[in-house]
């Protein structure tokens, strides 16, 4: 592949993406040392700034890594985190039995808005509870690899934010709320880039791609009591969906 000097691409940024291009195609394989900047320079006919430009963004955005002495390297694939038996209920602050792997955990109270009315099918407006929101992360070996949040109808926990404050138990926070809890639920998974906040909780590069999983649960009462989403690293985690007949 050759460089278009007349395209009104810089020609830093055709090279990224063909850096890319020989990553993605095995030419440069995970943990393999690439040629070095003066190589590039003479292949392609380039200035050593352009080609130093091209590298750095690759470098930013976790592509590639410098080792000091010893050149760029293709960054190692990430050993995958695999979230096996996924289903709707599987980030369900509700199904939750403890909450002991709920990292930074924080809980508020939000009014109802056009939002919340569409996700729960309701009015919403004057005389509405709210909703508690609940925020967490989820982590392996110190990575943080999913940034959860849900929401819960005040009325049907009204003592939830308390109850949290407290650092009660699931089982004493869900004692008597058996009409209330999930029983049918349904999830939609989509891939979209991380926005600033995301990439900078996950430890990622901005626009780097995640999973995005939002789930509707239903109570045994027959409504919305929590929409939940799930925002993952999609270079970290791999779903496993299984399903079979007894």
């Known amino acids: 592949m050759k460089l278009d000097r007349r ?28 040629p ?37 390297f293709v ?4 050993e995958k985190i695999e979230l096996k038996g996924f289903n709707a209920f599987a980030f369900s602050f509700l199904s939750a039995r403890e909450l002991d792997g709920l990292h930074d955990l924080t809980v508020e109270m939000v009014e109802a808005d056009s939002e919340t009315g569409r996700l729960f099918d309701t009015a919403g407006g004057t005389g509405h509870a709210g909703y508690w929101k609940i925020q967490w992360q ?33 089982i004493e926070i869900t004692a008597n709320k058996y009409a209330y809890l999930p029983q049918r639920a349904n ?25 995005v999983s939002t789930s509707r649960l239903v109570s045994r009462s027959g409504n919305v009591c929590e929409v939940v989403r799930a925002v ?15």
Not at 191 to 205: F, G, K, M, N, T
Not at 232 to 246: F, N, P, Q
């Open 7 to 34: 395209s009104t691409i810089p020609l830093y940024a055709q090279l990224k993406e063909l850096l890319s291009d020989r990553i993605r195609a095995g030419d440069y394989a995970p943990g393999e040392k690439i």
């Open 75 to 78: 960054a190692p694939e990430p």
């Open 187 to 211: 999830c939609k998974i989509a891939v979209r880039p991380a926005d600033h906040q995301e990439a900078r909780e996950l430890d990622i590069a901005r626009n780097s791609p995640v999973l």
């Open 36 to 72: 070095s900047e003066l190589a590039f320079c003479k292949e392609l006919d380039l200035s050593r700034p352009t080609v130093r430009q091209a590298i750095s963004e690759l470098v930013t955005e976790g592509i590639l890594i410098i080792v000091k002495g010893k050149g760029t």
């Open 138 to 170: 989820l982590t392996d070996e110190d990575r943080v690899f999913a940034l959860c949040q849900s929401l819960i109808p005040v009325y049907m926990f009204p003592e939830l934010g308390n109850d949290l404050k407290q650092k009660r138990r699931m």
């Open 232 to 246: 993952m690293r999609a270079d970290l985690v791999t779903i496993r969906l299984d399903a079979g007949r007894s």
